[in-house]
Nanobody, 119 residues
Framework: QVQLVESGGGLVQPGGSLRLSCEASGIIFNIYTMGWYRQAPGKQRELVAGIRSGGSTNYVDSVKGRFTISRDNAKNTVYLQKNSLKPEDTAVYYC?????????????WGQGTQVTVSS
């Protein structure tokens, strides 16, 4: 059974920092592309950051220079370090594990963790 368990969300003031963690089980973690998505009220879910099995990363423009995604394959965990937080970063953040092959695709999601940026 595949599980992605997020932690680290909460309430933070503008300009503050948070680190989200997502621990995976039930998958061969080091071959999956891992990603963090977010969904704000009334908006579509968007990809915030992704990290491939080889370590290359990508970010949505609105978080470049403020957020850093990383992975620890020994711990089956992906992280999202969020600095200089803004109220518009308020959303539910979801962890995703994705694996694509010519014949099959695998896509798993965590339950989400709320991040609220407010004074």
């Amino acid at each position: 059974q595949v599980q992605l368990v997020e932690s680290g969300g909460g309430l933070v003031q503008p300009g503050g920092s948070l680190r989200l963690s997502c621990e995976a089980s039930g998958i061969i973690f080091n071959i999956y592309t891992m990603g963090w998505y977010r969904q704000a009220p009334g908006k579509q879910r968007e990809l915030v950051a992704g990290i491939r099995s080889g370590g290359s990363t990508n970010y949505v423009d609105s978080v470049k220079g403020r957020f850093t995604i990383s992975r620890d394959n020994a711990k089956n965990t992906v992280y999202l370090q969020k600095n200089s937080l803004k109220p518009e970063d308020t959303a539910v953040y979801y962890c995703n594990a994705e694996l694509r092959s010519p014949s099959r695709s695998y896509d798993y999601w965590g339950q989400g963790t709320q991040v609220t940026v407010s004074s």
